[in-house]
Nanobody
Framework: QVQLVESGGGLVQAGGSLRLSCAVSGFTFSRHGMGWFRQAPGKEREFVTAITWGGGSTAYSDSVKGRFTISRDNAKNTVYLQMNSLKPEDTAVYYC????????????????????WGQGTTVTVSS
C-alpha cells in the first residue's frame, strides 16, 4: 500500500521558517521524482517545487524561488521542504506527490504527471 505522509505544518509568524517532511512507503521512492504542491483557501492547487529522483535537478515556482528549498534523502524515503521568509500568502495546505515516471531526467510542475499524493499538512502564516 502506497503512503505519503506529510508532517511539519503549523502556525508561524511572517518571516519565520518551517520544515515540511513527506515520508513515503509502498513504492521505490529512489526511482521517482517528487513534488510539493499547495492549495490556499478558495484557490486551486498550485505547483510549489519538485526534485528529480536522484536529487540532481530541482524546480521552483516564481513565488517561492529563493525562499523555499526542496531536498530528499533516498535512504530515509523522505522528501523535505524547507520554507524560509514565510509570508501570509504562503498559507495553504501543502501536499507532496510522486512523479509517475521512474528515472525521469527532469522534474515537472504538471499535476497530471504525479500519481501518488499525500493527505496534506496545513501551514498558516500570520501577519
Amino acid at each position: 500500500q502506497v503512503q505519503l505522509v506529510e508532517s511539519g505544518g503549523g502556525l508561524v509568524q511572517a518571516g519565520g521558517s518551517l520544515r515540511l517532511s513527506c515520508a513515503v512507503s509502498g513504492f521505490t521512492f529512489s526511482r521517482h521524482g517528487m513534488g510539493w504542491f499547495r492549495q490556499a483557501p478558495g484557490k486551486e492547487r498550485e505547483f510549489v517545487t519538485a526534485i528529480t529522483w536522484g536529487g540532481g535537478s530541482t524546480a521552483y515556482s516564481d513565488s517561492v524561488k529563493g525562499r523555499f528549498t526542496i531536498s530528499r534523502d533516498n535512504a530515509k524515503n523522505t522528501v523535505y521542504l524547507q520554507m524560509n521568509s514565510l509570508k501570509p500568502e504562503d498559507t495553504a495546505v501543502y501536499y507532496c506527490a510522486a512523479d509517475r515516471t521512474a528515472y525521469s531526467p527532469t522534474s515537472t510542475d504538471r499535476e497530471s504527471e504525479y500519481t501518488y499524493w499525500g493527505q496534506g499538512t496545513t501551514v498558516t502564516v500570520s501577519s
